[in-house]
């Protein structure tokens, strides 16, 4: 997934969160045998990793081998065979055999039936990430792969390739790393074996086709671990924090919490036995990873978000972050159609239904919070007011469907973020209608839940007829509203779903962000002298208006950090994270004159659209809305 969540720079930004398997092919190997892999983190150089690839004896002249194009959960172009170097195919006599690079990632291999190997190394594309990237896209950090003295991030997808007639063939991958390093992985451990002098271990692992390595990611090195329970599922948490600033231990609780809220919520839906978070926590320099945000797996996701934050916007964070991912056990692990289920990695086709996977998601992301008391209904109404203010940042004349279904092009690539904003009030819109036309006794819930016993994660629907069958599970509006806003392009009028549970948009007091209000920033830059300044938005924050803050001071040092230009991004996100009850020291310039806010924030609010209850509203209004929100 990879969802995309937000994040603040200087501006707020849009991040990415992911599923799939193969179609049955023929096997060119003369002995049906796993293949081979070997990731060999003791012999690494210049930030590379070297891996053997031994697949068996071939049948056939000429075999292709490829690394993806694209992952599942990106819906964007990664292109990690650009992060292969010195690639070589060897024979049975230790000689190289011709190989033609086709592509980025693609090697054909001649005279195959003498093949006895492939070798290669692998760059990280954390480091290369910051550089600019090798070309074209680049990886989005939560599915690219890091390869440090102290930390490796193994996206498999980023390392281990397949053959293009071997992609159900079982996989036997074999790590082998510092013996002093903690690993972490939901991949079968068959067997460890450690070197004759005690240094390294190699670990084992089986996979039982090429979906389960690129679905199964692993972290090795100085790390933190916490195991739990969470009812009938183990919870793994893997978090490297290079300057150890948070540990698995303080984060335990929270997702402890969301995640039996989230166990509460779901009910009878149980689709793992075992989920992994793996946490990156990027320092912020030069060479650290940018891309905040998580990329799911079906029963695991890798995050990366900054070391910087402190301990209570990192735990909100997460909570929004990692309970997005852990909501995809429904949607596409036991919802999924073909196109997930038979994925290429090369030349991928795309679902019709990104509104499912990632919107509604998104929605129980949501709903589930105040459905199981995390956060206040105003809190609530506020998230659900910002994805409307967000979402018409995008085309909202655009049928869901096409552009779903065309992602990678062009013309419809940048409104993919959108499955996050409207694709969430999508599943609300579609929440509200079931719940009046079952007197609130079913939601869009209910409807998952039905979809998975039909479905199930070894069985996927056809794209072309899926709004058809939920129609007739459903009931004629729902029907009506999916081909009039989703597969059509009218855009959707919220404020009919909303008076059906007896609330109104109007001016209200709401919660202000530091930095961000109503969507945009209260700072600006100046580009000639290189500074950040307070613009008129700051006096309409509470907060800033209480400290005496005026339009044009020139913010000059934030808790001890010069701001310019240069490092704002980085300076600014740290502000957006902010929490009431936090110390700050904030130096501003007003006409060379030196001013000092030093204080401890409470919240701030400010004058804005937001959901109101209505005074007058019936009882049967006032009743959908509770059924809605904590039925």
Same mark, same amino acid.
């Given at each position: 997934?990879?969802i995309?969540?937000?994040?603040a #720079? ?8 992911g ?9 060119? /190997?003369?002995?049906? /045998?796993?293949?081979?892999s070997?990731?060999? /983190? ?8 070297p891996?053997?690839i ?13 690394l993806? &194009?694209v ?6 172009v ?8 010195d690639f070589?195919?060897?024979d ?29 190394? @692998?760059?990280d ?9 090798i ?17 490796y ?7 281990i390739?397949y ?21 972490t ?10 070197s004759?002098?005690?240094k ?11 979906f389960?390595?690129t679905d ?21 948490? #893997?978090i490297?924090?290079?300057?150890k600033?948070?540990t698995?231990?303080?984060l335990?609780?929270t997702?402890?919490?969301m995640?039996s809220?989230?166990k ?8 793992t ?19 905040f945000?998580a990329?799911?797996h079906h029963? #695991? ?15 909100e ?11 995809h ?12 289920h038979?994925?290429d990695?090369n030349t991928?086709?795309?679902?019709k239904?990104?509104?499912?996977y990632?919107?509604v998601?998104?929605?129980f ?9 995390l @956060?206040?209904?105003?809190d ?6 910002g ?8 085309n909202?004349?655009?049928s869901?469907t ?8 062009d013309?419809?690539k940048?409104?993919?973020v ?16 079931? &719940?009046?036309?079952?007197?609130g006794? &079913?939601?869009?819930? #209910?409807?998952?839940?039905e ?10 629907f ?7 069958e ?10 009506e509203?999916?081909n =009039?806003h ?16 007896? /609330?109104v ?11 961000m ?18 613009t ?10 209480e400290?005496?803050?005026k339009?044009?001071? @020139? ?7 010069a701001l ?7 300076v ?6 902010w929490?009431?009850g ?6 501003l ?5 030196s001013?000092?806010?030093k =204080? ?14 209505n005074?007058d509203?019936?009882?049967a209004?006032?009743?959908? &809305? ?6």
């Open positions: 997934m990879n995309r969540v937000f994040i #720079s200087a501006s707020l930004s849009m991040m990415l969160f599923c799939g398997v193969g179609k049955n092919n023929t096997n060119d /190997l003369a002995v049906n /045998l796993p293949i081979e070997h990731i060999d /983190l003791s012999k690494v150089v210049d930030d590379k990793a891996v053997i031994n697949p068996g004896r071939f049948t056939v002249e000429t075999v292709t081998y490829r993806p &194009r992952v599942q959960g990106t819906y964007s990664s292109d990690f065979g650009k992060y292969v170097d070589k195919a060897i049975y006599n230790g000689k190289e055999l011709p190989v033609i690079k086709v592509d980025d990632n693609t090697w054909t291999i001649e005279n195959a039936k003498t093949l006895d190997k492939i070798t290669y190394s @692998v760059n594309t954390y480091d290369i990430e910051t550089k600019g990237g070309g074209g896209e680049q990886p989005f950090s939560p599915s690219g792969t890091n390869i440090e003295s102290e930390n991030v193994l996206n498999l997808h980023g390392f390739g053959f293009d007639t071997l992609k159900n063939n079982q996989y036997k991958l074999d790590v082998t790393a510092p013996a002093n390093f903690v690993r992985s939901a991949l079968q451990n068959m067997a460890s074996a450690t004759d002098d005690g390294y271990i190699t670990t084992s692992y089986a996979a039982p086709r090429y389960d390595i199964n990611p692993m972290m090795y090195g100085n790390l933190d671990v916490e195991e739990f329970q969470v009812g009938d599922i183990k919870i793994v948490l #893997s490297y924090s290079p300057n600033v948070h698995a231990a303080s335990k609780e997702i402890y919490k995640m809220a989230q509460a919520y779901l009910g009878d839906i149980n689709s036995s075992r989920y992994d978070i793996y946490l990156y926590l990027s320092e912020g320099k030069q060479d650290s990873p940018k891309g945000g990329l799911e029963t #695991s996701t890798v995050v990366v978000l900054p070391e910087s934050m402190d301990k209570d916007a990192l735990e964070s997460m909570i929004d972050v990692v309970s997005h991912e852990f909501f056990i429904v949607t596409p692990l036991s919802v999924h159609s073909e196109d997930v038979y994925f990695y991928p086709t795309f679902s239904h990104l509104w499912m990632e919107g998601t998104e929605y992301a949501t709903l589930f919070q105040v459905n199981q008391g @956060v206040d209904k105003d609530f109404y506020n998230k659900v007011m994805k409307i203010k967000t979402s018409k940042r995008y909202d004349a655009m869901f096409i552009m779903s279904e065309n992602v990678l092009k013309a419809y940048d409104e993919y959108n499955v996050y904003q409207k694709g969430a009030l999508i599943g609300m819109c579609i929440d509200i209608l079931m &719940r009046e036309a079952s007197n006794n &079913r939601g869009i819930l #209910s409807l998952m839940k979809l998975s016993n039909k479905y199930g994660k070894n069985k996927p056809e794209d072309d007829t899926l709004i058809a939920i129609t007739e599970m459903t009931y004629p509006s729902v029907g509203f999916l =009039t989703v597969v059509g392009d009218l855009p959707i009028n919220y404020n009919s779903f909303f008076e059906k549970v007896g /609330l948009v109007g001016e209200t007091k709401i919660k202000a962000n530091y930095i209000m109503n969507g945009a920033p209260i700072v600006s830059g100046d580009g000639q002298k290189g500074t950040i300044f307070f008129e938005a700051a006096l309409q924050n509470s907060f800033w208006a400290q005496g803050v339009a044009n001071d @020139v913010i000059t040092s934030i808790n001890g950090t310019t230009l240069i490092n704002a991004n980085q600014l996100q740290d502000v957006f994270m929490k009431p936090k110390e700050i020291n904030v130096v310039d007003r006409n060379g004159e001013v000092v806010i =204080t401890t924030t409470t919240q701030g609010y400010t004058k804005g659209q937001g959901l109101i209850e005074d509203a019936t009882n209004q006032i009743a959908l &809305r509770k059924a809605w929100m904590k039925g």
